[in-house]
């Protein structure tokens, strides 16, 4: 399949999907800081999805989105960084193509509809707790890989740090194995 992994610096997905003999390429605003700078592409995601893709895998920020900022919800909303943020999230739903959008518990479920599934990185090896939604056209569920114990959970704790945010929405690379595996 050719394979866009929208929002992704980190390639941890893109990677999982070359992997399995995928054209998978990354796409993010910020430059990949992995080794394969040729698989990603810099650059708005939006502008890629008028390309011919098999399966289109999205990302989208989730600073306004998510649960754990809903006391700035208020100001977002007045000053339009929440609706920006839901207008980029909403462009994935509108592609014909397979696709598969994630994002943390937050307004989607309320906004768009209900996730189709929330899956922890404890069920795909690694023994942390991070629920995480997906949405789903075209792929089938995750199925767990790896259940483990030892549920922490050590990117809610995460200190602050100039690389926090980039660090708490990396992908698990037993979720990006899955996925890559499983969604053909």
């Known amino acids: ?15 999982a999907f ?3 003999g995928h054209e998978a390429y990354s ?13 990603h592409i810099q650059g708005d995601a939006l502008s890629l999805l008028k390309e011919k893709w098999d399966a289109v895998i999205a990302f989208p920020p989730c600073t306004h989105l998510c649960s754990s900022g809903a006391r700035y919800f ?8 929440q ?17 598969a959008i994630e994002n943390p518990v937050g307004i989607m479920s309320k906004v768009y509809r209900k996730p189709d599934q929330i899956i922890q990185p404890w069920q795909f090896g690694h023994g942390e707790t991070k629920a995480t939604c997906l949405w789903i056209k ?5 199925r767990s890989t ?8 050590r990117i809610w704790k995460m200190p602050p740090s100039k690389d926090r945010a980039k660090l708490r929405s990396k992908t698990y690379q037993g979720i990006a194995k899955a996925m890559a595996e499983q969604w053909r």
């Open 27 to 39: 796409c993010d605003i910020l430059p990949t800081s992995c080794d394969h700078p040729e698989w």
């Open 138 to 142: 075209g792929f089938p569920l995750l």
């Open 18 to 20: 070359r992997a399995r």
């Open 83 to 99: 609706q920006k943020a839901i207008d980029f999230f909403m462009e994935f739903t509108k592609l014909t193509c397979k696709w």
């Open 74 to 81: 208020e100001e977002k909303r007045k000053d339009g960084r």
């Open 146 to 153: 790896n259940i483990v114990s030892g549920r922490e959970q």
């Open 1 to 15: 399949m050719k394979v866009l992994v929208a929002c992704e610096e980190s390639q941890v997905v893109c990677k």
